[in-house]
């Protein structure tokens, strides 16, 4: 896949990334159907087949399960060759999510990811959402963040959000912005076309409506007919799905832009 920068980041990612929300946890969640946590070998694999299919960026959280400290040992001896995209302020413990956006949570949350990573920097680290956006993204949160970046953690910062007005919030203080937009779901919009305007690339999460559309090709196609959109994180455990799905982009990318819908 050819790698397209995130705005003005420098950061270069794959059109197609790599979710981990099933790497790491089975419970409390709500794909069309119920699923074993994958072998470590098994994701290892997976791990190599994406890196030939030329994928390089990996969506991953502490609300995720297992998700952080598997990558951690997998990514042993490979962590510049991946974009990893890490989130804060949700945990996930007992059955239950809990949320906390206070600038100490927040930094002390990313201490622990960088441990369970194995790693001393997060390429594009995302503050989470309860769906409470704009009091979440308070000043004094943008500048813990803002932070973050200034001192090396973490390279560029941005918010996963649930509603268009945080999501405009975090792209006018912040490198980016992770977005629900589908064929079936345009309440976002107005964020991707900001971006546009600011020069600010975004990434979408869910393109795949969580697995109950698995219309890939419509959904590609509708997708990346925004030009704001840099990449979209889809979750599989499935290599066939992998495959399959970048060879879909990859043959919709290359075809002339009349051909994609919005
Ligand atoms: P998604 O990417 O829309 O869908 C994933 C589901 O689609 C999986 O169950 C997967 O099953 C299935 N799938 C993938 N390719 C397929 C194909 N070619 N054919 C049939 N089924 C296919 O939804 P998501 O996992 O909820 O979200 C994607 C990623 O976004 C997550 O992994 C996570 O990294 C991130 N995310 C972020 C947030 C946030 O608040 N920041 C929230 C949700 C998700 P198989 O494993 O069988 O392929």
């Given at each position: 896949m050819e790698l397209r920068e995130l705005g003005t980041t420098g950061i270069k990612l794959s059109p197609l990334g790599l979710g981990t929300v099933k790497f790491g946890r089975n419970e409390g969640i709500k794909y069309p159907t119920a699923f074993e946590l994958p072998e470590e070998s098994d994701l290892a694999d997976l791990l190599t087949r994406a890196k030939e299919l030329g994928i390089n960026t990996l969506d991953t959280a502490p609300?995720?399960?297992l998700s952080e400290e598997r990558l951690g040992r997998l990514l042993c001896g490979q962590r510049e060759d991946w974009v990893i995209i890490g989130k804060a302020g949700e945990e996930y413990q007992d059955g239950n999510s809990r949320y906390n956006f206070s600038p100490g949570y927040l930094e002390m949350s990313l201490e622990c990811s960088l441990e369970r990573l194995n790693t001393?920097?997060?390429d594009i680290f995302l503050i989470h959402s309860d769906g409470d956006d704009l009091p979440n993204l308070s000043d004094d949160v943008i500048r813990a963040m803002q932070d973050f970046k200034r001192r090396g953690l973490v390279r560029a910062i941005g918010a996963s959000t649930k509603t268009a007005e945080g999501g405009m919030r975090a792209l006018e203080f912040m490198d980016t912005v992770m977005a629900t937009y589908t064929p079936n779901y345009t309440a976002e919009k107005d964020v991707l076309d900001f971006a546009t305007t600011h020069g600010k690339g975004v990434l979408l999460k869910k393109a795949l409506s969580s697995g109950y559309n698995t219309n890939i090709e419509d959904v590609f196609r509708f997708c990346f007919?925004?030009?704001?959109?840099?990449?979209a994180v889809v979750g599989t455990i499935n290599p066939e799905h992998l495959r399959g799905n970048a060879e879909i982009l990859n043959a919709i990318l290359r075809s002339p832009p009349e051909e994609l819908r919005e």
């Amino acid at each position: 896949m050819e790698l397209r920068e995130l705005g003005t980041t420098g950061i270069k990612l794959s059109p197609l990334g790599l979710g981990t929300v099933k790497f790491g946890r089975n419970e409390g969640i709500k794909y069309p159907t119920a699923f074993e946590l994958p072998e470590e070998s098994d994701l290892a694999d997976l791990l190599t087949r994406a890196k030939e299919l030329g994928i390089n960026t990996l969506d991953t959280a502490p609300a995720y399960g297992l998700s952080e400290e598997r990558l951690g040992r997998l990514l042993c001896g490979q962590r510049e060759d991946w974009v990893i995209i890490g989130k804060a302020g949700e945990e996930y413990q007992d059955g239950n999510s809990r949320y906390n956006f206070s600038p100490g949570y927040l930094e002390m949350s990313l201490e622990c990811s960088l441990e369970r990573l194995n790693t001393d920097y997060i390429d594009i680290f995302l503050i989470h959402s309860d769906g409470d956006d704009l009091p979440n993204l308070s000043d004094d949160v943008i500048r813990a963040m803002q932070d973050f970046k200034r001192r090396g953690l973490v390279r560029a910062i941005g918010a996963s959000t649930k509603t268009a007005e945080g999501g405009m919030r975090a792209l006018e203080f912040m490198d980016t912005v992770m977005a629900t937009y589908t064929p079936n779901y345009t309440a976002e919009k107005d964020v991707l076309d900001f971006a546009t305007t600011h020069g600010k690339g975004v990434l979408l999460k869910k393109a795949l409506s969580s697995g109950y559309n698995t219309n890939i090709e419509d959904v590609f196609r509708f997708c990346f007919a925004h030009p704001a959109v840099t990449s979209a994180v889809v979750g599989t455990i499935n290599p066939e799905h992998l495959r399959g799905n970048a060879e879909i982009l990859n043959a919709i990318l290359r075809s002339p832009p009349e051909e994609l819908r919005e």
